[in-house]
């Protein structure tokens, strides 16, 4: 799968959410075959395209108020950022979290004032700015726990399989 798939996952040289997930997939893989050089090809992934995906405002160029114009796109990218950090995390490295002065965060950030209509430049992309959220607030909230991440975990409302807005 890694070989085949998620090495190629970014081919089409999109720098989104497919890149968070390669990212991500690597991370986990490293881990399960406690193979250092694919966990440690994972963060390098994720730490390159962070800042490509996520503007030093919080915005994400092609992800929100761009090309997809959608809540869900922004939301695939930052949960996943956030699953990669807290899986490193939990090996004992929270660079991510950090990484890019604190991209991640800077994106749930923009992601509060979306909801709230404060966005500048204004911002309207279709759908409804509260839903879905995505469950990766939550691993982002237990980690930053600020006014910002605690707003748009309250806002998380998952269905009976636990999956955001049904």
């Not at 040289?13 to 968070?20: A, D, E, L, M, S």
């Not at 309207?124 to 605690?150: F, K, L, M, Q």
């Amino acid at each position: 799968m890694k070989d085949n798939y998620i090495n190629h996952a970014t081919d089409p040289g999109y720098n989104n959410n497919w890149n968070v997930s390669e990212g991500w997939a690597k991370i986990a893989i490293g881990i399960f075959e406690d193979s250092q050089t694919v966990y440690q090809n994972g963060i390098t992934v994720i730490k390159n395209v962070l800042p490509i995906v996520i503007a030093s405002d919080g915005s994400m160029n092609g992800e929100i108020c761009g090309s997809h114009n959608d809540y869900v796109h922004f939301q695939y990218t930052l949960t996943g950022l956030s699953y990669a950090a807290n899986t490193c995390g939990i090996q004992g490295d929270l660079s991510i979290y950090s990484a890019s002065s604190s991209r991640l965060l800077t994106g749930y950030n923009y992601h509060y004032k979306l909801m709230h209509g404060t966005v500048s430049p204004p911002c309207s992309p279709g759908g409804n700015p509260s839903n879905p959220i995505w469950p990766g607030i939550n691993v982002a909230n237990r980690h930053y726990n600020t006014t910002e991440t605690n707003y748009i975990a309250s806002h998380y409302v998952p269905d009976t399989n636990g999956l955001p807005g049904g």
